[in-house]
């Protein structure tokens, strides 16, 4: 079964620095997506990012970046100069095919609660 | 956002009593998902559905049933609620077939006294 790892449970940094968010997935697919979701503390899921298995790019959206490196099993999230409106717990998940015409399930990580501190 | 509420938001009720809880989409989307979040644990699928009166077990299936008989409405229950089934409940959809992203509705909180 797939399963995805998110080993830093709470992040705390200040203003301005720059944080890396891990996540490790295990899977036998050969083609699997991976996404990155962020709930605020107003509770909502906000989606961030897909990456399908074989396009290996790095990605970059303003102050977000997600390393994706295959020989590692890793989809690692980076924060730059990081702002208070970025604490949030922070959700990585690996696609896995379910029953049933296109049933894609999502496996989520733990999460990683991150704290921006003013 | 794929217009999905969810009811009730919050919720108290006793050990042993049944409980629904209830996922509507607007949107038309063909799957439609259970999800619980709990401390430590992210979030961990019940049951999910591929169409109507279409489903499957999740990971967290025990004490949990569903039901789909409308595109728009999928149903959680918990046919006798325990203390552990205390979480946060996420519905979510999925517009087609393909590995897109899911669209998360709002949540409700239920506690199990």
């Known amino acids: 079964a797939q399963k995805v790892t998110q080993a830093q449970t709470e992040i705390s940094v200040v203003e301005k620095e720059d944080v890396t968010l891990d996540c490790v997935y295990e899977?036998?697919?050969?083609?699997?997506?991976l996404f990155w979701y962020k709930q605020p503390p107003s509770g909502e899921l906000v989606f961030l990012i897909r990456?399908?298995?074989?396009?290996?790019q790095n990605e970059i959206s303003g102050r977000y970046s997600w390393n994706f490196q295959k020989s590692t099993s890793s989809f690692n999230f980076t924060i730059t100069a990081s702002q208070v409106v970025d604490s949030a717990v922070y959700f990585c998940?690996?696609?896995?095919?379910?029953?049933?015409?296109?049933?894609?399930?999502?496996?989520f990580g733990q999460g990683t609660r991150l704290t921006i501190n003013p | 956002d794929a217009g999905i509420t969810q009811s009730p938001r919050h919720k108290v009720t006793e050990t042993g009593t049944p409980v629904t809880l209830r996922c509507h989409q607007t949107?038309?989307?063909?799957?439609m998902y259970w999800y619980r979040q709990d401390p430590g644990h992210g979030l961990r699928l019940i049951h999910y559905?591929?169409?109507?009166?279409?489903?499957d077990k999740g990971e967290v299936s025990d004490g949990y049933s569903v039901s789909r008989s409308k595109t728009e409405d999928f149903l959680l229950t918990l046919e006798s609620a325990t203390s552990s089934q205390t979480s946060v409940y996420f519905c979510?959809?999925?517009?087609?077939?393909?590995?897109?992203?899911?669209?998360f509705g709002s949540g409700t909180q239920l506690s199990v006294l």
């Open positions: 979510a959809t999925r517009r087609r077939e393909g590995n897109e992203k899911l669209f």
């Open positions: 899977t036998r697919d050969t083609t699997y997506y």
């Open positions: 990456r399908n298995s074989f396009d290996e």
């Open positions: 998940a690996l696609s896995e095919e379910g029953r049933g015409q296109g049933a894609q399930k999502l496996v």
């Open positions: 949107e038309n989307h063909r799957y």
């Open positions: 559905s591929y169409g109507v009166k279409d489903t």
